[in-house]
């Protein structure tokens, strides 16, 4: 009876793995974004992280009739790629993202990782 219940707790870990792989490795989507690059920080407690924020241009409603600017948050995993927002905050940029299913502490608070930028002109 003790074999089954290991069998069973190295069966659960093993699944608990691979969805946790497969749900924090899987691109859901790709694209592009363009804006002025309001925010780049690097920020956290354990796991320091590249976090910025892109000002897409426009304004949309909340609850109240409020108008507010239309903010796209993003966390940057390269360093090259880091580098080169910081340079060019508060300009115009054209970001290339990969949207993942979820997020680990050490990649950023967001589940849209920038992997290029250009400068837009």
């Known amino acids: 009876m003790k074999r089954f219940l290991y069998i069973g707790v190295i069966a659960l870990v093993l699944i608990f793995l691979v969805y946790t792989i497969i749900n924090t490795t899987f691109t859901y989507s790709e694209g592009n974004r363009a804006g002025k690059l309001i ?38 995993a390269d360093q090259a790629v880091a580098d080169s927002l910081s340079k060019l905050e508060g ?21 849209y990782i920038v992997t290029r930028v250009t400068e837009a002109r």
């Not at 925010?39 to 409020?66: A, D, P, Q, R």
């Not at 115009?92 to 589940?111: A, C, F, I, N």
């Open 39 to 76: 925010k780049f920080s690097h920020k956290g407690y354990v796991f320091k992280t590249y976090e910025g924020e892109l000002n897409l241009g426009g304004v949309s409603t909340v609850n109240g009739g409020i108008l507010v600017n239309n903010m796209w948050y993003f966390s940057v």
């Open 91 to 111: 300009r115009d940029v054209s970001l290339h993202y990969k949207e993942k299913l979820s997020t680990l502490p050490w990649r950023g608070d967001t589940k």
